[in-house]
T-cell receptor
Framework: EPEVTQTPSHQVTQMGQEVILRCVPI?????FYWYRQILGQKVEFLVS????????KSEIFDDQFSVERPDGSNFTLKIRSTKLEDSAMYFC????????????FGEGSRLTVL | SQQGEEDPQALSIQEGENATMNCSYK?????LQWYRQNSGRGLVHLIL?????REKHSGRLRVTLDTSKKSSSLLITASRAADTASYFC???????????FGPGTRLSVLP
């Protein structure tokens, strides 16, 4: 069964460092998302991406964040200068049909900022 | 904001009992979805109900939607220990393409 894959599964970084989280969405999907979940808390929307551009972003997704689809398969989330409060699980999701369809999530990348 | 809120926050039941979780939201929706998350894992889609549907079944799951009350419920019948997880409702909005998740219900099914 096709699945969304994310790497790395866990990354530890120093405050102020840049981090890139990678995702390979399901191949025929057109809509891509990043969510984050601080430990034990709710799943928060960061950004949605369609047709090679950001469709929507939340207040969390400030200038420190960026997304890119560098080739036909990868979808990346970059945090330019990490802060302690960026420590969370970051989930990538993809969808075939956008808001009218289900989201398929990856297993997440745990980011720990020291 | 367009946010679902589940209740209860936590639910503990015995194996074999039914579990009911509720979700309320604020504005009109196209559809509402329920997801499950095992501890430390990704979210898994369970069921989607469209705004013109009132009830939907999938195996031991039953979802209802009352758009007049802006609420939905997820019923898991004959629960098993393996159903232990967090359950989230997610709603879309009519303008954007993102889904907003509620804080979730943590279900513990005791053997």
């Amino acid at each position: 069964e096709p699945e969304v894959t994310q790497t790395p599964s866990h990354q530890v970084t120093q405050m102020g460092q840049e981090v890139i989280l990678r995702c390979v969405p399901i191949s025929n999907h057109l809509y891509f998302y990043w969510y984050r979940q601080i430990l034990g808390q709710k799943v928060e929307f960061l950004v949605s991406f369609y047709n090679n551009e950001i469709s929507e972003k939340s207040e969390i997704f400030d200038d420190q964040f960026s997304v890119e689809r560098p080739d036909g398969s990868n979808f990346t989330l970059k945090i330019r200068s990490t802060k302690l409060e960026d420590s969370a699980m970051y989930f990538c999701a993809s969808s075939e049909t956008g808001r009218v369809g289900e989201l398929f999530f990856g297993e997440g990348s745990r980011l720990t900022v020291l | 904001s367009q946010q679902g809120e589940e209740d209860p926050q936590a639910l503990s039941i015995q194996e074999g009992e039914n579990a009911t979780m509720n979700c309320s939201y604020k504005t009109s929706i196209n559809n509402l979805q329920w997801y499950r998350q095992n501890s430390g894992r990704g979210l898994v889609h369970l069921i989607l109900i469209r705004s013109n549907e009132r009830e939907k079944h999938s195996g031991r799951l039953r979802v209802t939607l009352d758009t007049s009350k802006k609420s939905s419920s997820l019923l898991i019948t004959a629960s098993r220990a393996a159903d232990t997880a967090s359950y989230f409702c997610a709603t879309d909005d009519n303008y954007g393409q993102n889904f907003v998740f509620g804080p979730g219900t943590r279900l513990s099914v005791l053997p």
